[in-house]
């Protein structure tokens, strides 16, 4: 693998780029926002309450904690990983997003943010809820307990990042800038302790350790060629092309 040498310049955020995945991701996860924040604001401009907007829209597309819930919206085990709650949560992952996905789109290609991006978010979401129903402490509080964002695509991003290009330096104008390691490192303890010491909690962190894990796996296998993204990758190409003129 090529190594990027001191003095190269970042990847830069590219809205005119067809195959800029990153991008793509943060403009999705913008819309979301977006959409549910009007959509909160007509609730109330109608006299609804933030509470009512909660029950009719939010539980429809944030991930429940019970495997009873969810069969009943299985649909929120992918759209939960495109909802943020406020700005500063929407604002803080993006960047992050960006400042990840960028380095490894231009070190792996593409193809590796989607499925890195979706299957870190799913593992997530399935190992939060396999630690709400098998962690006792968490048990208790399933039955109202719910979980939504993209920390843990975002993790699995930044440990695959760092497998890939742990010696990449960034604010070269720092003492000759920083190593990815060290922000990687940064970024991992900054999001536990969000969980920790913020009105987020430790049910959380089994996503965290999810999305950490399968970015590790993914990125550990495609360094020595195996690509577990490209059959997703053709699959979806297939579906989205299903109407283009052959040879397009």
């Known amino acids: 693998m090529d190594v990027v040498e001191k003095g190269e310049p970042m990847p830069i955020l590219s809205l005119g780029e067809g ?39 939010m539980n429809n597309v944030i991930l429940p904690a019970s495997f009873s819930r969810l069969a009943h919206l299985p649909w929120t085990f992918i759209t939960s990983l ?22 490894l789109q231009r070190k792996a290609g593409p193809g590796v943010i989607l499925p890195l991006y979706l299957f870190g978010g799913l593992i997530g979401n399935l190992l939060y809820m396999l630690g709400m129903q098998f962690i ?14 993209s920390t843990a695509g975002v993790m699995a991003l930044a440990v695959a990042t760092l497998l890939i290009a742990p010696n ?20 991992i303890i900054m999001a536990i302790a969000a969980h920790l010491f ?14 950490a894990l399968f970015g590790f796996l993914f990125m550990n296998a495609w360094k020595k060629g195996n690509d577990w993204g490209a059959g997703f990758n053709k699959a979806l190409h297939t579906i989205t092309h299903i109407f283009h003129p052959k040879g397009n």
């Open 19 to 57: 195959k800029n995945m990153v991008t793509q991701l943060i403009l999705v996860n913008l819309t979301v926002f977006i959409l549910l924040f009007f959509t909160q604001v007509v609730y109330n401009i109608e006299g609804n309450s933030t509470i009512r907007f909660n029950l009719d829209v």
């Open 136 to 149: 006792p402490s968490f048990h208790l509080t399933q039955f109202f307990a719910t979980y939504y964002g």
């Open 168 to 187: 990449v330096r960034i604010f070269q104008q720092l003492s000759g800038g920083i190593p990815m390691w060290i922000v990687t490192i940064l970024y």
């Open 82 to 103: 495109f909802v943020h709650e406020s700005v500063w949560m929407v604002f803080g992952n993006m960047i992050w997003l960006w400042a990840f996905g960028s380095l």
């Open 198 to 211: 913020s009105h987020n909690d430790l049910t959380y962190l089994p996503a965290v350790i999810g999305g």
